[in-house]
Every structure is written in structure tokens, then in C-alpha cells.
């Protein structure tokens, strides 16, 4: 049903390089999506969950180990878990450069990237796995289902009990997968954090207040929030601000990236309780973000522009360092763009700029701004602009 090769590259970066990293929160598929690559890439597969206290033993001689195998595609799930094995993988991969020797698993988690990037720096290809995205289930399931549920596969394929697979997703992760990352708190706290954030998603985050919350200081709740983000499960969007001479809004927006578990920690079970929450523009606002940023290549960056005058775009994709498109996400009947949109697409200097909405006409509107539907945008108009 759904082929998650197209958004990864995968296949390609097996038969290049000799290491290839596939990062992503837990839960999104990795393994199964790692062992699928493991048949097509033509190599016999040998498969170590570095959690299971028996595959990791295998690894207490690791050079004698992985020389023995090294004529096989190796899989470490979860490698995070031996962060000392990095130096190790860059030794033997000198010795013998052959593409697909390692596929490695992780969670993220800064001392992963830390550690594998300093490692094996021009020898790995880094990839990061999503969530299943609008693009991949349109044609089976309406747009809601994926809104509301989430794209955890188990959440998502799930036709019943997929909050209590919620339930234990955020317990699980506050009590045990967040302290093997290295989360330099206690469960309680990191569960506390992500309410909150919850109850911000799409607002501006402001350190003081979240810190007063938790008697902690700002400066440590902001190193919490990087962690989190780091570890796949929010997004700070960052605001656009260089070299335009206004009073513009420089704190981020944060969002939790998974609309599933967003609703889920805001008590949204229903598509009749999320159309009525007072929340539900910025719950649309963030999924679309999240279906959008997922999509682009390595070259792009987004943001979203505010300025103390009312001008204001939820979005805007930079590529190669060059602004190429601005967006405003509207979930209301009316999906007009308002003034501060237009001055804000006028002052960015944006002929590419849409109003994404989630199901809609498609049409051009005088000022410039085109109205279409998220399918839509992601189907059509996101490729014409990342080609150029």
C-alpha cells in the first residue's frame, strides 16, 4: 500500500556509500522499512537490535564481529544505544570502501548526531524517516483520518484503541526512550513540558513562562526544548528576520510534529471535538507545516515571517539560500488572504504565494495569491517550485 522508498532515497545511498544513517522518532517504521531495504539491496542481512542485551554481546569484540560479516549489510537498530562504535565503523569502512556494509537505526538524540557526524564525516549518507505522510496515503484515506490520528503507522493503520496506542506511545517515550537519549530530566518533567507545549502549539515560544511553570530556569528549558526537537518530537519554526529593516518578531513558533500526538495529549479523540476545540487553526496550521517541511530536499530551509505591524505569512521556503515561496494555512470557510498577508508576500518580494486550505477550489486570486487545497499543494505546486 505504501511505498516509503520515494521519500527517502535510501536505495540510492545504499549502492554509494558504504554507511548510510536512517534517523527518525521511535515507532515511524524504521526497522521495518531498514529490513525491506536489506532484501532489495541484494546482500545477505545480518540484524542487531542494540537493545536486546544478546545482539548487543554479539558487539563486545566489535571489530572481530563486523570483519567477520563484512562481506553482508549490517543493521544496528537503535545505535545510539553504542555510541562508541562510530570511531570503529570509520576504521573499517577505510580499510575496505564498499558500498551497503552499515545501515544504522537511531532515535536521534544529540549525542547520536554529534558522534556520527564527527565520525564518519564524508562517508555516510544521513537520512531522516517521517511519519507516514499525505503523500503516501492520500489515494487510501481522506485527509482527516491522517489529521487527526497522526502518521505513526500502528496510530494510523489502527481501526480501534488508537489513543490507547497513544497512551502508551507518550508514557512509554517520557519514562524510557527519553532517558536512553540522554534527557537530562526526569520523566515527570519532560511529560509536564510536553502538555505545555501542546497547549502552545503554534504560538510563540516564550522560555520565561514555560520555565516559571516547572520552577525551572529559562535557559534550561530552553535546552530541554532543543532536545526534544532533536529527538523528532517538536518543530521550533524559526521567524524570518535577515536583512529587512523592520521590527520583526525574532522568538520561534513551536510546534509537536505529529498531529496525532498533538490531539492525543489534548484530549482529541473525535473529528467533532477537533472542528469545535478552539485550537483547531493551529492544529491544521502545524500538520500542514509538517506535510510541507517533510517533503523538502536538503537545500531548503523554512520559516514563518511576523513583524510588529500586522504583516505575516505562516510559512516561507528558502532554497539555496533564496526565498522561493510564502504561505498562509487557513482551515475556515473563508479562505481569502488578508492585508498582512499581501504586505508580507509584497515586502519578501514573493511571486510564488498560496493560500493552502484543506479542501478548497483552485484558483487565482488578483493579488497573486493562489487558493488551493493541501493535495493539491503538495501534489502540484510544492514539485514546480522545488524544480525551479
Not at 28 to 47: P, R
Not at 48 to 55: A, G
Request: proline letters at 5%.
Amino acid at each position: 500500500m505504501i511505498d516509503r522508498f520515494l521519500y527517502t532515497g535510501l536505495m540510492g545511498s545504499l549502492q554509494h556509500f558504504p554507511c548510510v544513517v536512517l534517523l527518525g522518532p521511535r515507532q515511524c517504521g524504521k526497522t521495518t522499512l531498514a529490513k525491506a531495504l536489506g532484501k532489495a539491496a541484494g546482500k545477505e542481512v545480518v540484524y542487531l537490535d542494540l537493545e536486546l542485551p544478546s545482539d548487543l554481546n554479539k558487539l563486545s569484540d566489535a571489530e572481530a564481529y563486523l570483519r567477520g560479516h563484512a562481506d553482508k549489510l549490517v543493521i544496528m537498530d537503535e545505535v545510539q544505544r553504542s555510541p562508541e562504535i562510530f570511531p570503529l565503523l570509520r576504521a573499517l569502512i577505510d580499510q575496505d570502501r564498499i558500498p551497503a556494509r552499515f545501515l544504522l537505526l537511531g532515535s536521534a538524540g544529540p549525542e547520536l548526531l554529534r558522534e556520527s557526524t564527527e565520525s564518519l564525516a564524508g562517508r555516510v549518507s544521513f537520512h531522516q524517516l517521517t511519519p507516514f505522510l499525505l503523500t503516501e496515503v492520500e489515494k487510501d484515506y481522506p485527509v482527516e483520518k491522517l489529521w487527526i490520528r497522526g502518521g505513526f503507522p500502528d496510530a494510523f493503520l489502527f481501526d480501534d484503541n488508537w489513543m490507547e496506542w497513544m497512551q502508551n506511545f507518550t508514557r512509554t517515550y517520557v519514562e524510557r526512550d527519553l532517558p536512553l537519549l540522554g534527557f537530562p530530566s526526569g520523566s515527570r518533567n519532560a511529560y509536564r513540558l510536553w502538555m505545555m507545549l501542546a497547549q502552545n502549539h503554534g504560538q510563540l515560544v516564550n522560555y520565561s513562562d514555560l520555565g516559571k511553570s516547572l520552577e525551572i530556569g529559562h535557559k534550561t528549558i530552553k535546552s530541554y526544548i532543543d532536545f526534544l526537537e532533536k529527538s523528532f518530537l517538536i518543530r521550533q519554526l524559526q521567524p524570518y528576520y535577515v536583512n529587512l529593516g523592520k521590527r520583526v518578531v525574532k522568538s520561534p513558533r513551536i510546534y509537536i510534529r505529529d498531529s496525532g500526538v498533538l490531539h492525543y495529549l489534548l484530549g482529541i479523540t473525535s473529528p467533532e471535538q477537533l472542528y469545535s476545540m478552539i485550537k483547531v487553526g493551529s492544529s491544521w496550521e502545524g500538520f500542514v507545516i509538517e506535510q510541507v517541511a517533510s517533503l523538502l530536499p536538503a537545500n531548503c530551509l523554512v520559516f514563518f515571517y511576523r513583524t510588529h505591524d500586522g504583516s505575516e505569512l505562516d510559512l516561507v521556503i528558502e532554497q539555496n539560500a533564496r526565498l522561493i515561496a510564502g504561505i498562509e494555512i487557513k482551515i475556515g470557510s473563508d479562505s481569502r488572504p488578508v492585508r498582512g498577508n499581501t504586505l508580507a508576500a509584497d515586502t519578501l518580494g514573493l511571486t510564488r504565494r498560496y493560500v493552502v486550505t484543506r479542501d478548497s477550489e483552485d484558483y487565482l486570486m488578483s493579488n497573486g495569491f493562489r487558493i488551493c487545497s493541501l493535495n493539491s499543494f503538495l501534489s502540484y505546486y510544492l514539485p514546480e517550485l522545488l524544480s525551479g
